[in-house]
């Protein structure tokens, strides 16, 4: 039951920023869009912007779909892309109205569900650190979301089918070169 109100909530608001920008749209408007009382909104959320980031870090991972391998990573990037452009409003009306660091967040922390597990999986038989690994992961990770703001910033224009190209040919095999890099002799 609390996923489905959960799911509402998100659906409303979703609906309203057809309609308004984030910052003019009230708990009040949500609940009443909903039919429910604002104390069933406080139930499950602090406020808009933990429903915002709720919405945008169940729906990134559900895009993502566990492709969080070394063979299927470019697919989970390539569905949150895609994601993100079916969302176009949701993602620009929300950017539009958070920090530009909390958005940053969002995305860091999607990124780095894929990119530690992508890089634990390559890591795994080869003498590193913990502490290197960790670095290697966010290194990729903080590359990731910033092409992804960039192109955010820049209200979704740029094709991402070519950011994809660009950013495949570029990483192309460039992991397991950096992790060898770091393997102790």
Request: proline share 1%.
């Amino acid at each position: 039951m609390a996923q489905m109100t959960k799911k509402a909530l998100a659906a409303s608001l979703k609906k309203l920023l057809e309609q308004k920008p984030l910052s003019k749209i009230t708990v009040t408007d949500i609940a009443e869009d909903c039919e429910i009382n604002r104390h069933t909104f406080y139930y499950h959320f602090r406020d808009i912007y933990d429903l915002v980031e709720w919405i945008f870090c169940t729906e990134a991972e559900k895009a993502i779909g566990g492709n969080n391998t070394y063979d299927t990573w470019q697919q989970g990037v390539e569905r949150l892309f895609k994601y993100a452009l079916d969302n176009k409003k949701f993602i620009l009306g929300s950017y539009r109205s958070i920090s530009k660091e909390q958005l940053m967040g969002f995305l860091e922390r999607q990124f780095f569900k894929v990119v530690d597990q992508v890089v634990e999986e390559q890591a795994v038989h080869l003498d590193i650190s913990e502490k290197e690994r960790t670095f290697v992961a966010e290194f990729y990770t903080y590359a990731l979301s910033g092409i992804m703001l960039s192109w955010i910033e820049k209200d979704m224009k740029q094709d991402p089918e070519e950011i994809m190209t660009l950013l495949f040919t570029m990483m192309q095999g460039e992991l397991d070169e950096v992790l060898q890099r770091f393997v102790k002799q």
